[in-house]
């Protein structure tokens, strides 16, 4: 396609100045996809643009600071690069920004939920339907339909930032009614259904921590509160309690914070909705401070900081 | 004087109720006095406010909705208006009324009377209708002399008409008596 | 861990309400307790000697008290365990008196929640860890804010005993309030005549700096080692060069400048000195009223000034002070008393407040000691004082008695008398307040001997009638209002915190109430402390006072002080943030939150790390809060410390 | 001008005894742009009687006037007369608290909001005019007149309930009148009560309290009183010969309504604003305005 | 020990040592009469009071948390509370994401002069909590997850 061979020019050009580029390729079937790490111009060949590649390559970056590093970044995840840059998690020098726009993000788990979990053989990208061939049988789907939850409260396919730019500019996909999100579900429910909401899929956790470790904002790394045992805030038992605790303590960490970019989510083997948590949260912090996370560079988070007389914040009565 | 032996007094509860349906905190009464001192009707009255405030907080009960001085209130709101204490006093006047009509305690009976036939007048057209209530006021007492001599002025300058402004829907407003003296 | 457990009685006042027996009997099962028991008075000696003993007897290593708030003897206690050689940072108290038996009615529940309270007491216990304190030098400087007589007698009591002084003081001259009083209670002798040797003492003594026309800007620093900026305002008048000889003012041609040491009785010239006695005796323009400030032309006062001191140029100073301790006095503000409209709410000209009466009684006064009628320079016969005004007055958010008005009301009687002798004086009062040596006497003599006319009740309003005034109040004595046709009035008004009390508390990081007066470490026992180390207070700052008191907490501070220096090293509070290196990632964000800036970020092994500044953390716990990966922990209130008191209350 | 229009409730005096007030003020709020709008079918507010009487029957009175009100689309509800207002605004604050409301609507039977702002006229017109903007639309000066305000006891009182200007020394009037070119004298029994809640059963009382407030204004060399009050207009007017009989005085003095000496300098006719109206004759003090030298004559 | 049955519920209650602590003591030294179901455990500030110890007490199975420090403007350690009411907002907004009724949770300002207030506050929410009764607890036969399949992916045409 034009754009991704744009896209490569436009590495090619910058890669002698660079330690490595972060990019996609496809991955061990037609809808899965996995990171690359460009280094050489032969990796080039193997760069993949499009809705099926849609890990937020953004989560790396700490973890190289100090080294000159590019990146193709579409909109969402361009706010988790400002967020780390406004937490002085990574350097603007150290990073040269490929931008995309974005076509929409397939959410892989809907697909193989809706082929039955059938072995694709060939995945095609029409206006707005993905076609997906299992076998013998092809299934016709309605991109808006498989979208990631994230696509749906989408601020914009082009990233906030860019040193570079694919001029050819898409635009997402996906046409047509949105179908409920699981934070649409969330915000329907009074305190007692989601109370068991949780329940039921803290339950179903299996505490494998995918979601904290593909979060790109969760600075703790090998320090989590969640295994260690001073400070012991989580027990070892497999109690949705705990779990719920641990989800509490990350939802907190993040407050503020977490752009949404549904990395937790997306990890989740279990196909439990976190994102739905941070993003029923974000709305009342957006509510409560007016802030967004990622958005502008020069802000400070909610959390770490304070206003003599809050506004927003009204006392109130202990009847 | 006879010796008043406490705590042995009329009513404990007195105090209880008034400041029940008063919303007021009668308590906080530390006789400064101000509330007499403001009045323009201290010169007129059997008890001065102040002390009406102290025997409030004694339970003196009947000697309080006995007195003449809470029907000559003429709710000015002066005492409210400068009570260091905040209570509002002319609301306590309001409330030693309503409980003073309840016993049966009026002390100032043509006062009563003008309210009364002021309500009545309400009652029946939705609007005072001014030359019926005077009547009816002074059908009740029998001060047939009551500002008799103001009558031909007024008249004279078409001030009091001589037939009821009634209110179109004058059966809401007898409802809204009726019921509420279903509730009382 | 042996813990001991030992549940107080407080003689009925916890025994009364609670089962403390059973409570010790409960406590037995917790775990790592070894010993539990009820005793009668924790803290009476035989109470304290029985914790060592059992400290002793059963080998225990760390001790809960269940008994009143920590608040008043966790100290007590803490010395008791050192005493027998533990670690005083292994300790605890459950408040079940404050918390549980003064306020809970039913037996079976106060002695169910003394229970759990003794068992989160136990369980933070078993998680505390010894602590110990690290020692620092001491400044020893102190500086005294505010130079009124409680200023005045703190600064002369710390210089007297050979400490280094700062004193500071808003004005352009000390003497505060007393030096615009004309005469003092009980004694009628004449203020100035008290006060003045002390200021002159101020002056000249060798260890006292002193900075009129200043203020604090801004206080850094703890106990021991404070950092304050003090702002010395333009004064346009170079002090160095001053004499205070006082030619300037004669000259003055603008004479339209506030005279706030005479409480506005009349107006003063641009450039002024308050009053004869004025220390130090320097001139001050006011910039406002000043022509050549204003105008750009005049100058007559530098052309006359013999020692040409005049800087029309000049601008405020920021001077820097190092101190170990500060004692703030910096007294009280008359009420305003045009918020009553029903006194005429400063359009009545002949009313006026106990402090423009007392300029006026005064011979060096704006009246030169005449009392007058401001309206028409009259001399006045019916006087009325109203008590109270601005004091026990909920509708002005004013309901604290002054406490003193009703002293000076009656000298102020006595001086009227004594001015005017075919004068009457009435005073409308609701309590007469004299508990002082002497005080009820005096009030006495008032009515007695000045023949001063008392009235019981609050006046209701002031109508201007004749030029004259109607006051009309009530006596509740007599059960019938009363009015009174009065040359002029005279409102005793009350006292109300300092202008700028708030902002200077907050700076000094120490609590004020909700009327502005600071708040005093406790109100019997630490009546010139803080809840702030090093910082103590003095007169009217911490709530109305006369004279005397004033007088008597000056002093008290200053030993205050004394006491603090007398040793050459202070021992630092252990509960501090300290952070584990290996959990630290570096991220900064409690550094970002720290209301103290006792973070520092370091390299650790090329790797950026937070660490604790102890003497500067004051303890709050805010980055441990902030810190996502618990590396950063406030000693003595950790997170396992206060998770295992929550799952104690919180058993699933 | 801006038009603001205002539901407008003009009390049952302004149907007879200050019948001259309603017209007066009418006039006054056309000519300034604030547009009046009858609250249909508006009932008694009950006045002094009901709330002396029971406070649940006063609001009740008070309530079906807002609800009524609450159906139109006003900015609020507005009136000239002091003891109405001060029902209306009591109503209204004590129905904040939801068991008075309930209770309230349950005797009225139709839904009550209780949340229009309400106002006197006094505080609409010179919340919709600053003094100087009607100055400038003064025709006819009242330049002579020497007035004394009088403002009764509860326009501005209890202040927590009225919320507007001081209540021991408003200066709205003060300020109105000035504006209007009269000459204001300091008055001090603005806000003193001058009885007329008791003048059919206690006449002895109210001329003492009214005598005080002619005794002063006259002392002080007033012309006239400006009254913001029916109550007190028509106590102070009508019942001066009482007041004479009984103080042994010989006062002559007009108590005009606010709104009416206003519609005189705003240029409306003498006719128009029921001069006529008034029981004290105010032909001698009105030729004052209309040339100051009159007065100097008939001394 | 567990709460009284029928009688008291479990409330914590995390305090300042400066202001609200202090609050309570007057009120106990006042013998101003409170219900007995709160718990309190001293913090040195309210900015100490880490949001998760109040989730940890609601998932442990408190009825009701309640927080209290000095009054805005009013922190010993000047900023401690500023920073506390930013993070007990957003609290409460987690705890209603969560499925814990934001009305368990409350924070207010007592300072150690407030022994009235305090005992308002205490008497109010104790009141509020018994109003609402015992939490929710976790099941321990969770209902099934609404699932992806559930969410209705419909095929396009």
């Given amino acids: 396609m034009a754009h991704t061979q744009e896209l490569r020019t436009l590495i090619a050009r910058e890669l002698p100045n660079l330690d490595l580029v972060l990019a996609w390729t496809g991955g061990f079937d037609p809808l899965s996809s996995t990171p690359l790490f460009i280094t050489t111009e032969a990796d080039l060949d193997r760069l993949a643009v499009g809705p099926m590649h849609v890990q937020n390559l953004a989560a790396y970056l700490p973890s190289l600071k100090g080294r000159k590093v590019g990146i193709v970044t579409r909109g969402c995840d361009s706010r988790t690069i400002t967020e780390l840059l406004q937490e002085n998690l990574i350097n603007r020098d150290e990073v040269v920004i490929f931008g995309i726009g974005c076509t929409g993000a397939v959410n892989i788990r809907k697909v193989r939920t809706a082929v039955n979990g059938a072995p694709v053989t060939d995945v095609e990208i029409g206006d707005d339907v993905l076609t997906v061939t299992t076998g013998e049988e092809t299934h016709a789907l309605r991109l808006q339909d498989v979208l990631m939850d994230k696509c749906y409260t989408c601020a914009g396919q082009a990233p906030r930032m860019h040193d570079h730019m694919v001029s050819e500019r898409s635009g997402c996909l996906a046409t047509g009614e949105t179908p409920p999100s699981s934070l649409d579900l969330l915000e329907g429910m009074d305190a007692r259904e989601r109370f068991a909401f949780w329940e039921g899929h803290m339950d179903r956790c299996i505490r494998c921590y995918a979601c904290r470790n593909a979060c790109p904002l969760c600075v703790c790394k090998d320090s989590c509160v969640a295994q260690s045992r001073d400070p012991h805030w989580v027990d070892q038992s497999d109690t949705p309690r705990e779990k719920l605790m641990f989800q509490a303590i990350h939802a907190l960490h993040t407050a503020g914070r977490c752009t949404e970019c549904g990395e937790c989510e997306r990890a989740c083997p279990m196909g439990i909705p976190i994102l739905a948590m941070k993003q029923a949260l974000n709305r009342r912090i957006k509510h409560l401070f007016d802030y967004e996370a990622g958005m502008d560079q020069e802000s400070t988070p909610p959390l770490f900081m304070f206003r003599q007389q809050e506004e927003t914040i009204k006392e109130r009565d202990a009847r | ?184 | 861990m042996n813990i001991g457990v030992f549940v107080c009685h407080c003689g009925s006042n916890i025994a009364g309400t609670v089962d403390t027996e059973q409570v010790a009997q409960a406590a037995r099962s917790f775990p790592e307790v070894a010993f539990a028991t009820d005793t009668m008075y924790a803290c009476s000696e035989p109470g304290q000697a029985g914790i060592i003993d059992a400290i002793r007897e059963y080998g225990l290593d760390g001790v809960v008290v269940a008994s009143c708030t920590p608040r008043m003897h966790e100290a007590t206690f803490r010395k008791t365990i050192g005493r027998a050689g533990l670690n005083t940072y292994l300790f605890e108290m459950a408040n079940i008196r404050e918390h549980v038996s003064w306020i809970g009615k039913d037996k079976e529940a106060n002695t169910n929640k003394a229970i759990d309270l003794v068992q989160i007491a136990v369980e933070k216990l078993r998680r505390n860890t010894a602590l110990f304190s690290s020692e620092f030098e001491i400044n020893k400087r102190v500086m005294v804010i505010g130079g009124g007589v409680a200023g005045i007698q703190a600064a002369l009591d710390c210089a007297d005993g050979g400490l280094e002084v700062v004193l500071v003081e808003r004005e352009s001259t000390i003497g505060g309030k007393m030096a615009k009083l004309d005469k003092t209670f009980p004694t009628v002798d004449c203020s100035s005549c008290i006060l003045g040797p002390r200021m002159v003492d101020i002056a000249q003594h060798p260890n006292i700096t002193l900075h009129a026309m200043a203020e604090v800007e801004s206080v850094d620093g703890f106990v021991g080692n404070f950092d304050v900026k003090v702002r010395k305002k333009a004064t346009y008048v170079d002090w160095e060069a001053c004499t205070g000889c006082g030619q300037c003012m004669e000259k003055c041609p603008s004479r339209k400048a506030e005279d706030r040491f005479n409480e506005h009785v009349g107006t003063t010239t641009a450039i002024n000195i308050p009053f004869p006695q004025a220390i130090p005796k320097k001139a001050v323009i006011d910039p406002g009223a000043c022509i050549m400030l204003t105008k750009g032309k005049c100058g007559a006062c530098a052309k006359l000034c013999p020692t040409q001191a005049i800087r029309f140029e000049q601008e405020d100073t920021v001077v820097q002070e190092q101190v170990g301790a500060i004692i703030a006095a910096t007294g009280y503000d008359l009420f305003d008393f045009t918020l009553y409209g029903e006194y005429g709410g400063g359009r009545y000209p002949d009313v006026v407040t106990s402090m423009q009466y007392e300029r006026m009684l005064s011979a060096s006064g704006p009246t030169g000691g005449h009392l007058v009628r401001p309206s028409d320079g009259k001399e006045p016969k019916d006087i009325v004082f109203i008590q109270c005004v601005g004091s026990r007055d909920h509708s002005v958010n004013r309901p604290y008695c002054s406490g003193f008005c009703c002293m000076y009301t009656a000298k102020q009687t006595i001086l009227t008398k004594d001015h005017i002798p075919d004068s009457q004086s009435y005073v409308f009062y609701m309590d007469i307040r004299s508990p002082g040596k002497l005080y009820d006497e005096f009030t006495r003599r008032a009515m007695e001997e000045y023949g001063a006319k008392y009235i019981r009740g609050r006046v209701s309003t002031i109508q201007p009638r004749n030029g004259r005034y109607v006051v009309k109040g009530a006596d509740t004595l007599m059960g019938s209002p009363v009015e009174i046709e009065a040359d002029l009035v005279v409102l005793a008004v009350g006292a109300e915190a300092s202008r700028g009390a708030g902002a200077l508390a907050e700076k000094l990081r120490i609590s004020y109430d909700g009327y502005g007066f600071f708040m005093e470490g406790h109100p019997k026992l630490k009546p010139v402390e803080t809840n702030t180390a090093g910082v103590y207070l003095a007169g009217s700052c911490q709530g109305p006072k006369d004279i005397p008191s004033s007088v008597a907490q000056g002093s008290a501070a200053a030993s205050k002080v004394q006491a603090l220096f007398s040793r050459d090293k202070l021992a630092s509070d252990p509960q501090v943030s300290s952070v584990a290196l290996q959990r630290c990632v570096g991220c900064a964000k409690c550094a970002s939150t720290c209301p103290f800036g006792a973070i520092e970020m370091t390299e650790f092994r090329g790797m950026p790390k937070a660490s604790v500044v102890e003497t500067v953390c004051q303890g709050c716990g805010v980055c441990a809060v902030t810190c996502p990966q618990g590396a950063i922990q406030l000693q003595h209130f950790t997170d396992n410390q206060i998770l295992a008191e929550v799952n104690a209350l919180c058993p699933y | 001008m801006s038009v603001t229009q205002y539901a407008y409730y003009p009390g049952c005096s302004g149907m007879g005894s200050s019948i001259e007030y309603d017209i007066s003020t009418r006039a006054l709020c056309k000519s300034l742009g604030v547009e009046l709008l009858d609250i249909p079918d508006w009932n008694c507010c009950g006045s002094t009687p009901a709330h002396a009487s029971d406070h649940l029957l006063s609001a009740s009175l008070v309530a079906r006037n807002l609800a009524i009100a609450e159906s139109m689309d006003v900015a609020g509800i507005i009136t000239p007369c002091p003891s109405c207002l001060k029902n209306l605004k009591t109503t209204s604050l004590r129905m904040q608290r939801k068991a008075f409301h309930d209770k309230v609507e349950s005797i009225v039977e139709r839904p009550v909001r209780a949340d229009l702002p309400i106002k006197s006229v006094l505080q609409t017109v010179l919340e919709h005019c600053e003094p100087e903007a009607i100055a400038s639309h003064v025709s006819r000066p009242l330049k002579g007149l020497k007035v004394v305000p009088y403002y009764g006891c509860i326009m501005n009182r209890p202040p927590d309930v009225m919320t507007f200007d001081d209540p021991e020394n408003p200066t709205s009037l003060d300020r109105l009148m000035t504006a209007l070119g009269a000459e204001v004298l300091p008055f001090p029994h603005k806000v003193d009560c001058c009885g007329a809640s008791l003048g059919l059963v206690r006449r002895d009382l109210v001329t003492t309290l009214s005598g005080r407030i002619l005794d002063t204004a006259a002392a002080l060399g007033a012309h006239a009183i400006v009254a913001a009050c029916p109550m007190c207009q028509m106590n102070l007017d009508m019942r001066q010969s009482q007041i004479n009989r009984a103080n042994h005085t010989r006062h002559h003095m007009p108590v005009f309504y606010y709104t009416q000496l206003a519609g005189l300098a705003l240029g409306q006719s003498e006719s128009c604003l029921c001069m006529d109206k008034l029981c004290v004759n105010p032909a001698d003090t009105l030729r004052l305005v209309d040339c100051p030298a009159a007065e100097e004559r008939t001394r | 020990m567990p709460v009284l049955e029928g009688k008291e519920l479990r409330i914590v209650g995390f305090l300042c040592n400066w202001c609200s602590y202090g609050g309570a003591d007057t009120a106990g030294v006042g013998r101003f009469a409170q219900p007995t179901d709160l718990r309190i455990i001293k913090l040195p500030c309210t900015g100490r009071v880490n949001p998760l110890f109040v989730v940890r007490a609601f998932l442990n199975g408190a009825d009701g948390v309640l927080v209290s420090g000095c009054h805005p403007g009013d922190c010993h350690y000047t900023a401690g509370n500023f920073y506390a009411r930013r993070r007990l907002e957003i609290l409460r907004e987690l705890l209603d994401v969560m499925g814990i009724q934001q009305e368990r949770f409350h924070y207010t300002w007592v300072s150690a002069s407030e022994g009235q207030k305090w005992k308002q506050v205490v008497s109010d929410f104790t009141a509020r909590i018994h109003d609402l009764g015992p939490a929710a607890a976790f099941s321990g036969c969770p209902a099934v997850p609404i699932d992806m399949d559930e969410t209705g992916i419909k095929a396009a045409g």
């Fill in chain 2, 1 to 184: 004087m006879p010796t008043k032996t406490v705590p042995d007094r009329n009513d404990g509860n007195f105090l209880q109720e008034v400041q029940q349906a008063s919303e007021q905190n009668l308590t906080r009464c530390y006789q400064c006095g101000n509330c007499t001192a403001g009045c323009p009707l201290s010169f007129a009255y059997d008890i001065p406010v102040n002390k009406l405030m102290r025997m409030l907080q004694a339970g003196e009960k009947h000697a309080v909705l006995s007195s003449r001085a809470i029907w000559l209130c003429a709710s000015c709101e002066t005492c409210t208006t400068r009570c260091p204490n905040e209570i509002d006093v002319a609301r306590i006047m309001d409330v030693l009324r309503h409980m003073a009509r309840r016993e049966g305690l009026v002390a100032e009976a043509p006062v009563r009377h003008l309210w009364d036939a002021f309500l009545t007048s309400v009652e029946k057209h939705g609007r005072v209708f001014e030359v019926g209530m005077m009547a009816n006021f002074v059908k009740r007492t029998g001060r047939f002399w009551t500002d008799a001599d103001l009558a031909p002025v007024a008249l004279g300058k078409g001030k009091l008409g001589l037939r009821p402004h009634c209110i179109e829907h004058q059966d809401e407003v007898q409802r809204i008596f009726a019921r509420f003296r279903e509730q009382a």
